[in-house]
């Protein structure tokens, strides 16, 4: 601890958007151990952690209080709220968790986020993304099983359209997030 230069409460508000980052996630998920009707509520906690991720980094820089720290934290944060949360949300959904070939998808969405954010947290990354963002990536998620469930899409077409539609977006999802092509920060 540096006695030299108190820290101020100011310094600590990048770091409690975070923790509400996180706090969405890990609540979006404990919502989904109760009931699916909780899959909605489950959803607009993950777009409020996006919200919240959006404000940190930012917050962070304009008051000088980036640190090792709210770096590591903020990636723990998004691996649960934009790589493991979508993924459990998607589970939730009786027609996508019926055949076991499902389960390792969803896992390889989720693990394919962990990895993407940990080659960020590796490299400097200040001008461009590499790869796909999982935030990007965890909001296009839920905005897809907002539309599954509002839209009752399972019960219009066969369940067999709905999984295969569901494998394609996260895989498709997970080989954007781990790929290498540079993505300009707006």
């Not at 949360?85 to 055949?99: G, H, K, N, V, W």
Request: contains cysteine; aromatic residues 8%; hydrophobic residues 55%.
């Amino acid at each position: 601890m540096n006695k030299d230069k108190p820290i101020k409460w100011s310094q600590h508000l990048p770091n409690a958007l975070t923790i509400t980052n996180m706090l969405m996630g890990m609540l979006a998920i404990f919502l989904l151990l109760g009931t699916t009707a909780t899959r909605k509520s489950a959803c607009g906690f993950v777009l409020v952690g996006a919200l919240a991720d959006a404000c940190d980094g930012s917050l962070a820089r304009f008051l000088g209080a980036e640190s090792a720290l709210g770096k590591q934290l903020d990636s723990l944060a998004d691996s649960i709220t934009f790589g493991l949360a979508p993924a459990a949300i998607l589970y939730s959904f009786p027609t996508l968790r019926q055949d076991l070939w499902m389960l390792p998808i969803m896992v390889i969405y989720a693990m394919a986020g962990c990895f993407r954010l940990a080659r960020y947290n590796l490299g400097d990354f200040r001008d461009h993304f590499l790869g796909l963002p999982i935030t990007a990536a965890g909001c296009m998620v839920v905005i897809y099983a907002l539309l599954l469930d509002n839209l009752q899409v399972q019960a219009n077409f066969a369940p067999g359209v709905v999984k295969v539609v569901t494998a394609i977006l996260l895989l498709g999802l997970s080989l954007a997030m781990v790929s290498r092509v540079k993505i300009k920060r707006l």
